[in-house]
């Protein structure tokens, strides 16, 4: 009897656990399920405004959530610009760029004339003055009027193309090309600069195509007409800038501290200043004397000693003379020419020319802003004293050092400004 209660219990709780277990799951279904949305209505949600710390970190460098898996960088809002001065400094930028081209493939076509021309005339010349040694040695008649007069015209063709390799300075026009290529392509990275990070306006097209045509006069292409003079009666620094504007660096003027200008710094700069006047312009533009005074002897020789082997060829058989004059003279051509187009000596004046013209463009930058008596019309100090160090290829310290002991010394220094060369 007790066996036959406890089954009849037991079913009776089961069934009402199970029957509180059905309406849980009714109830969690009921919770769970979206109620059914009727045609042409929606179901608006409020948006969550809670951040998590992600978000706050991607925020805080510089990026905002646009979606759950997407983030777009935050950019500062751009500056009004003149649309019209972006393209026209993109203009400029394509023609800075076929410049750029142009005199780089300028460059190694006269270096190519002046390998060739070498070459040519010095083979010319020990031809000529073979052919004379070998008339000397014949016994006469038609060969030797033959030798003498092959040796003689061929001495006179070697005259005339020394005549003109000597005016136009094949290795000079050359180095004059790979400056003119390596300051334009400094000049576009300057435009796309501007145009990448600063708000261009009509100012800067003006300065930029000033930067152009000063570049263009400075190094010109043609060599009839506007060729740079080879032999100048002085020797002046290298020139290619337009006139300096000073350019106070956007958002870093005026209210800056005095734009980072001190009197501290000024005499620092008045300093380099004048050690570069004193040592390194002045030393570039001695040595670029020497070159030239060499450059012109050698033009001078060269000619000059194949004319008169063209003479002593021409009398061969008139003394022994005329067979000395021809054939030594000739050699001495062939030296003479060698040392003059083989070293390139008329590179070597116009490199220094250029180191001089660099130092004295740094020296007119310094000086347009000390000039300037409103600090906040020149450019950011700091920034400034930087660009000079890395130009001179010093860092601050030894920048601050070089015033420091120039102040102290005064002409008793004998350190250069400059460590690049």
């Known amino acids: 009897m007790a066996s036959i209660r406890a089954s009849n219990v037991i079913p009776s ?80 930028m394509e023609a800075v760029a076929n410049r750029v081209e142009m005199h780089k493939n300028m460059g190694e076509q006269r270096n190519n004339w002046n390998n060739l021309l070498l070459t040519s005339i010095n083979s010319i010349t020990l031809t000529a003055s073979l052919m004379t040694g070998v008339a000397a040695m014949g016994a006469g008649g038609a060969p030797l009027v033959a030798l003498k007069l092959s040796s003689t015209l061929l001495y006179l063709a070697a005259t005339g193309m020394l005549l003109v390799i000597n005016k136009i300075q094949p290795s000079q026009l050359a180095e004059e090309q790979r400056n003119a290529a390596r300051l334009f392509k400094q000049l576009y990275e300057e435009i796309r600069t501007t145009v990448s990070i600063d708000t261009p306006n009509s100012n800067d097209v003006k300065e930029t195509t000033a930067k152009v045509l000063a570049l263009d ?63 390194d312009k002045e030393d570039y533009l001695r040595l670029g004397k020497k070159a030239l005074k060499l450059n012109k002897i050698l033009a001078i020789s060269g000619p000059l000693l194949t004319g008169l082997a063209a003479f002593g060829s021409a009398f061969v058989g008139h003394g022994s003379w005329a067979v000395v004059l021809g054939v030594v003279a000739g050699a001495l051509s062939t030296v003479v020419n060698t040392i003059e187009h083989g070293v390139q000596v008329g590179m070597v004046f116009e490199m220094n020319r250029s180191n001089a013209g660099f130092f004295k463009l740094i020296q007119e930058s310094v ?32 920048l601050r050092d070089l015033a420091t002991s120039s102040a102290m010394k005064g002409e008793a220094n004998h350190e250069f400004a400059s460590k690049l060369f």
Request: hydrophobic share 35%.
């Open 367 to 398: 000086e347009s802003n000390l000039k300037e008596r409103e600090v906040e019309r020149r450019e950011n100090g700091e920034l400034f004293e930087m660009k000079v160090a890395l130009q001179l290829g010093r860092s601050l310290s030894e």
């Open 13 to 92: 709780s089961f069934s009402t656990s199970s029957s509180r277990c059905r309406r849980e799951i009714m109830t969690v279904k009921a919770t769970i399920n979206m109620p059914k949305l009727q045609n042409g209505s929606s179901l608006s949600l409020p948006k969550l405004t809670t951040m998590g710390l992600v978000e706050k970190l991607q925020l805080r460098n510089g990026y905002k959530n646009t979606t759950t898996t997407q983030f777009e960088k935050l950019s500062p809002s751009p500056k009004a610009s003149d649309p019209m001065a972006i393209e026209k400094l993109y203009a400029i």
């Open 217 to 279: 006069r400075a190094y010109p292409l043609p060599l009839l007409g506007v060729m740079l003079e080879k032999f100048p009666k002085t020797v002046e620094p290298a020139v290619w800038w337009a006139p300096l504007r000073n350019r106070k660096a956007k958002g870093l003027g005026g209210k800056n501290n005095g734009n980072n200008w001190n009197g501290e710094l000024e005499g620092e700069m008045r300093e380099i200043v004048t050690v570069l006047n004193r040592k």
